[in-house]
């Protein structure tokens, strides 16, 4: 598909990859969520999330090979997660980082992350597309890509209901669902995104090895 003329291929992972620069592009991992879950006093996540979404991450950049990924922002679940990931999954990110550019777009769980692999910025802008974390309603310039929402759909077939992960989009405006373990969702029925796509939008559910376009 295109957004603001910029051909964008949405994976079945829930990434999205910019054939043009061979940029991958990732939303919301959310490293370190089950131990920001127990550190706050919440309830005992498994403590598998780290390596269920770098394992998930490391499948993607196999197959797309990138150049060059972005994490558009809540990358760790707050920056104490950043500085607190166990040292296997700090060498596994040096790992899947080397050899290409790596960019960390802050989020409002990680404003400012202490990192060792990648550089960090706001936002990023490309063929006038500006990819930042949280979608702006005053959006300007060709289009817009980002993250946060964690959008899903949820559809009853054959009498049963069914939830997926999902890319929403319009002709200027991409929002990707969050690639992370344990992260949850927001129905994009929501009125949060109300303001976002005034003027309608395309969910793209993610099936087990492709996308399934159906009406917001």
């Keep these: 598909m295109q957004i603001g003329g910029l051909e964008i291929e949405l994976r079945a992972s829930g990434g999205a990859f910019l054939p043009a620069s061979r940029t991958l592009i990732v939303a919301d991992l959310h490293l370190g969520k089950s131990e920001r879950t127990a550190r706050r006093g919440g309830a005992l996540l498994p403590p598998f999330d780290n390596a269920e979404t770098i394992a998930r991450l490391t499948s993607e950049i196999a197959a797309t090979r990138p150049d060059r990924l972005i994490c558009l922002g809540d990358s760790f679940d707050d920056s104490n997660a950043a500085r607190a990931l166990p040292q296997p999954t700090k060498t596994r990110l040096a790992a899947l980082a080397a050899g290409r550019d790596w960019i960390w777009i802050t989020g409002n769980h990680d404003p400012a992350p ?53 890319f929403l989009a319009s002709d200027r405006r991409l929002i990707l669902p969050a690639f992370g373990a344990y992260t949850g969702g927001l129905e994009i029925s929501d009125a949060a995104f109300d303001p976002l796509f005034t003027e309608g939008a395309t969910a793209f559910l993610l099936s087990s090895d492709s996308t399934i376009a159906t009406p917001r």
């Excluded at 063929?127 to 946060?148: Q, Y």
């Design 114 to 166: 202490e990192l060792d692999v990648g550089a960090v910025a706001t936002e990023i802008i490309e063929a006038g597309i500006v990819f930042r974390h949280i979608a702006s309603p005053l959006m300007t310039g060709a289009g817009e890509v980002s993250g946060h929402y964690h959008p899903k759909a949820t559809l009853t077939l054959r009498g049963r209901r069914i939830a997926r992960r999902c």
